[in-house]
């Protein structure tokens, strides 16, 4: 799967990418100079080939480690994996579903419809619709990435360096054995299914009769894919994968640990995004999802001291104050990376700062996988918000905008649980996603009633309509649901923040008066849907 080490030593010499001692430090430069460093890395990478594309795949996106010029040259690397044989896909299909297995080779198409480093699938017929066959391919043996790091440790220049330290090592092991189990990934896809309707992108559905825990198939989704969207300008799509990002980590307690955008796409029949592959998905313990909830809530209000300790007891478990201090002032030391001609959100260079923060961080315990992959995420979510803008959309910071449809949906899914009063609480204070949203909300509606407003006052009903009724058609109740709703918000988030404060009897008003808002805005949500 890769070239031996010596040979790794060797292109990383011909690319200048070795360790730079005191003696070569002031010798002349080599003819290439003046060659991008970024451009080197990406050009090393493809020469090696093997395992070093997919480690190139894995430090996509890396801000914690690479610098904007190597993320960018990075993403242009062409990841082409051969597929794996018809012959050996067929073979493993008839074992598997027999006849049926039979009857999709007869009709599968003649080219893979991907080919990754661990996934082939091509397309066939079932029952009178086109349906995705996927299979898994043989893992990379360990002897291989035993040979890659050994060769990867001539990576020395001091601008990546990093990369090759034994932290970064052991994740990506992590991360490429992830998506070995077709087993794993068809229980992923099963719990996915069950909520079906519910989510707010939508997800492959697994066909019964033809899926086993080394063949999954699913219906094909016709659409224009993320990438081909992003280059066309469309920043609202952008948005929506925000929405899958956010909601996956906050409400299904996943993380797509390799976002691709030719992996999602807008059907041809829908408004919203579906995904038609998650490469490797990883599961979210519990208690990190309301720390992480906590986590971003606090990163978009810019509340720094919530941050730290949130992302402190993500990274390591804990949070004292010599850590917090510690983390507090790496932040603040932390230069914004420039994007050159770039209209980057600002909410993900926030992320990006404090990943980049949390790596100079001096702890010895190995951060969690689902972390580093859920900033990983959003600044991939920064990039392309970035060329949407460039290739002539409207600029947006899409992760904020795409914060609010999570928290209704937290809020539809969870109203049973919100009942309890000591749960409202925790949910609405405690993790402060909620709160950031509404508040977030309310400003949006009040500034979208001051626009009817002015319209209104402009716009004078028809002769033959009815002057009472005017206001009664659609226009109208988009008005009067603002109002509602920016008032409701507004009750809510009072009682919430100041009602355990008061002494009885008036806590227990200010907690009946939360839980009627909330009654009331699951009844606006449920009517705007």
């Not at 039979?102 to 066939?124: C, G, I």
């Not at 490429?176 to 896809?189: D, M, V």
């Not at 990006?352 to 100079?360: C, G, Q, T, V, Y």
């Not at 009063?421 to 400003?443: D, F």
Request: net charge neutral.
């Amino acid at each position: 799967m890769t070239n031996p080490p010596a040979n790794a030593a060797d292109v990383f010499r011909q690319f200048g990418l070795e360790a730079t001692g005191f003696w070569r430090s002031i010798t002349v430069p080599p003819p290439d100079y003046a060659i991008l460093p970024g451009a080197k890395l990406k050009d090393a990478f493809e020469q090696l080939g093997g395992v070093y594309l997919a480690f190139a795949r894995f430090l996509l996106w890396r801000a914690d480690l690479l610098g904007v010029e190597y993320l960018n040259a990075l993403r242009r690397i062409r990841h082409v994996v051969p597929p794996l044989s018809r012959h050996k896909f067929a073979a493993l299909l008839r074992r598997e579903l027999g006849d049926t297995g039979d009857e999709l080779v007869r009709q599968m198409e003649d080219k893979p419809v991907w080919s990754t480093l661990s996934r082939t699938a091509y397309l066939s017929w079932h029952e009178g619709r086109l349906v995705v066959v996927q299979v898994a391919r043989e893992p990379i043996p360990d002897s291989a990435l035993d040979e890659f790091e050994s060769g990867i440790r001539f990576l020395g220049h001091p601008d990546v360096s990093r990369v090759t330290a034994p932290r970064i090592l052991r994740e990506f092991r992590q991360w490429l054995r992830q998506a070995e189990s077709s087993a794993l990934e068809r229980s992923y896809l099963e719990a996915l299914g069950r909520s079906r309707g519910e989510t707010l992108v939508d997800y492959p559905t697994l066909i019964p009769g033809i899926t086993t825990d080394h063949v999954l198939c699913w219906p094909w989704v016709e659409g224009e894919p993320v990438s081909s969207l992003v280059r066309r300008g469309s920043v609202d799509t952008v948005t929506q994968v925000a929405m899958a990002v956010l909601e996956q980590y906050c409400s299904l307690s996943i993380v797509d640990a390799d976002l691709q955008p030719d992996a999602m796409v807008m059907p041809t029949n829908g408004k919203r995004l579906a995904i038609r592959r998650i490469d490797r998905p990883l599961s979210v313990p519990p208690p990190s999802v309301n720390l992480g909830m906590k986590y971003i809530a606090a990163v978009l209000e810019g509340d720094a001291s919530l941050t730290v300790q949130t992302l402190l007891a993500m990274a390591v478990g804990q949070s004292s104050a010599n850590l917090e201090s510690d983390l507090l002032n790496l932040m603040s030391g932390i230069e914004p990376e420039l994007k050159v001609r770039s209209s980057y959100p600002g909410s993900a260079a926030a992320f990006e700062s404090n990943w980049r923060a949390l790596a100079k961080l001096d702890v010895t315990r190995d951060r969690p996988l689902y972390l580093d992959c859920l900033h990983r995420n959003l600044i991939a979510i920064g990039y392309w918000t970035a060329d949407a803008v460039s290739a002539g959309g409207k600029a947006n910071d899409t992760i904020a905008e795409a914060q609010w449809p999570v928290v209704s949906r937290i809020l539809r899914v969870n109203a049973s649980r919100f009942l309890n009063a000591a749960v409202l609480r925790e949910w609405s204070v405690g993790l402060g996603l909620v709160t950031v949203g509404a508040m977030r909300e309310a400003n949006r509606l009040a500034e979208e009633v001051r626009e009817n407003n002015l319209t209104l006052e402009v716009e004078m009903p028809a002769a033959d309509v009815d002057p009472l009724r005017a206001g009664s058609g659609r226009g109208g109740n988009t008005v009067r649901r603002s109002l509602l709703g920016g008032c409701l918000l507004i009750v809510l988030l009072v009682s919430l923040r100041w009602g355990s404060a008061l002494h009885q009897p008036a806590a227990t008003l200010m907690m009946a008066a939360a839980l009627a808002a909330l009654v009331g805005l699951f009844w606006l949500v449920a009517k705007i849907g």
